[in-house]
């Protein structure tokens, strides 16, 4: 399969300060890179997402940039709240921009 | 957002036994998908489809089957369930025109004895 590396694997952060999760994958023709968040006992929801036309991409909080030379995106969260506190996944498409290999997961959070 | 609906949410079975999972889905996207969450592992892919009739592998597809009977309905089968398939299964479904963003069910807890 196609893999996607996700660090750090834990992030402990104090609220107000920024978080940032890295995301890396192989295929040089994925052109679709989501971001979801999961709350413990729930299911993975989108949060922010990016395509491969873009760099750079801003709302409510969350920042994401992608790299394409380096196969690399990230996902900034600004002025985190305990709110912020989740699992959260990256993902990236296959060539065929049918399915999305998902990183293992971040685990965030904020303290008080 | 896509209502994605997942039955049973909670299941016990017996190693050996057959277990079915169930997702239905609402918006009319063609593609869906079957995953299992892990710790350690994130989401993972067992089989997909890209419309009724259609079922495809994906990266761990061991031990599962799946039918996609109609537009809305994607079913996981579990023919000899083992102590190794106790996980989270999370149902989604996406359009391709919407460059594949998925939605997901929320999910089914099965354990296997």
């Known amino acids: 399969g196609e893999q996607v590396e996700q660090l750090p694997s834990i992030l402990r952060v104090q609220e107000g300060s920024s978080a940032s999760i890295n995301c890396t994958y192989e295929n040089s023709a994925s052109n679709y890179f989501p971001w979801y968040k999961q709350e413990p006992g729930e299911n993975p929801k989108l949060i922010i997402d990016i395509r491969s036309n873009m760099e750079r991409k801003q709302t409510q909080g969350l920042i994401v940039l992608l790299d394409k030379k380096a196969k690399r995106f990230s996902l900034h969260i600004t002025d985190t709240q305990p709110g912020d506190s989740a699992m959260y996944f990256c993902a990236a498409t296959n060539s065929a921009g049918n399915k999305l290999t998902f990183g293992i997961g971040t685990r965030v959070l904020v303290r008080p | 957002e896509a209502a994605v609906t997942q039955s049973p949410r909670n299941k016990v079975a017996v190693t050996g036994g057959k277990v079915t999972l169930s997702c239905n889905q609402t918006?009319?996207?063609?593609?869906m998908y079957w995953y299992r969450q892990d710790t350690g592992h994130g989401l993972r892919l067992i089989h997909y489809?890209?419309?009724?009739?259609?079922?495809e592998k994906g990266d761990i597809p061991d031990g599962y089957k799946a039918s996609r009977p109609s537009q809305e309905n994607f079913s996981l089968i579990l023919e000899l369930a083992t102590p190794s398939q106790t996980s989270v299964y999370f149902c989604?479904?996406?359009?391709?025109?919407?460059?594949?963003?998925?939605?997901f069910g929320p999910g089914t807890r099965l354990l296997v004895l």
């Open positions: 989604a479904s996406g359009d391709p025109g919407q460059q594949d963003t998925q939605y």
């Open positions: 489809s890209y419309g009724a009739g259609s079922t």
């Open positions: 918006n009319n996207h063609n593609n």
